[in-house]
T-cell receptor
Framework: DQQVKQNSPSLSVQEGRISILNCDYT??????FLWYKKYPAEGPTFLIS?????DKNEDGRFTVFLNKSAKHLSLHIVPSQPGDSAVYFC???????????FGKGTRLHILP | DAGVIQSPRHEVTEMGQEVTLRCKPI?????LFWYRQTMMRGLELLIY????????DSGMPEDRFSAKMPNASFSTLKIQPSEPRDSAVYFC????????????FGDGTRLSIL
């Protein structure tokens, strides 16, 4: 059973508009969440994270929102740029554990 | 600064052969992780080490897979004998020794078993 779910395999967004990537989790013990970005033929790179004591974290064009009651988080990218075209992985961690659990990823296409 | 270095980048071999994937973590990182990425299962953790000691190998699919970390700067993932269903991209990642730190990934090894 997948503990971290990214239900949209792909998403297309016009350049300049907002991209919203969604992630759901099932384990209520998760208390730290991360987003990674992956380009083809490269490894994933860390993008942004959020602790469960917050409901929002912002870094430039990237904002992550956490809704603990719904066990849902989202990544907002605004404005979307061509270089944002990549696969985005949501990941979660349970504080007592050193490992993080990844979702299957969402492929984002930024259209010109 | 050098990132996580994996070799080879690509490996094509016949079923039944032994495959060895190599990883050099970032210097000073105490955690090392091996992942496998497939279309069906996404990015799944196989095993991770802390200070060269295997901590959790529950993700290793079966006894054909083994991993070692003989020292802080080198780790191997071995598959013997290899099977076509092992075809995937294998990533190594490392992180600092704190509760949760972003993991730094290598560029992966694309493995094809014919």
């Amino acid at each position: 059973d997948q503990q971290v779910k990214q239900n949209s395999p792909s998403l297309s967004v016009q350049e300049g508009r907002i991209s919203i990537l969604n992630c759901d989790y099932t384990n209520s013990m998760f208390d730290y969440f991360l987003w990674y970005k992956k380009y083809p033929a490269e490894g994933p790179t860390f993008l942004i994270s959020i602790s469960s004591i917050k409901d929002k974290n912002e870094d430039g064009r990237f904002t992550v929102f956490l809704n603990k009651s719904a066990k849902h988080l989202s990544l907002h990218i605004v404005p979307s740029q061509p270089g944002d075209s990549a696969v985005y992985f949501c990941a979660a961690n349970e504080n007592r554990d050193d490992k993080i659990i990844f979702g299957k990823g969402t492929r984002l296409h930024i259209l010109p | 600064d050098a990132g996580v270095i994996q070799s080879p980048r690509h490996e094509v071999t016949e079923m039944g052969q032994e495959v060895t994937l190599r990883c050099k973590p970032i210097s000073g990182h105490d955690y090392l992780f091996w992942y496998r990425q497939t279309m069906m299962r996404g990015l799944e953790l196989l095993i991770y080490f802390n200070n060269n000691v295997p901590i959790d190998d529950s993700g290793m699919p079966e006894d054909r897979f083994s991993a070692k970390m003989p020292n802080a700067s080198f780790s191997t993932l071995k598959i013997q004998p290899s099977e076509p269903r092992d075809s995937a991209v294998y990533f190594c990642a490392s992180s600092l020794a704190m509760v949760v730190q972003p993991q730094h990934f290598g560029d992966g090894t694309r493995l094809s078993i014919l």
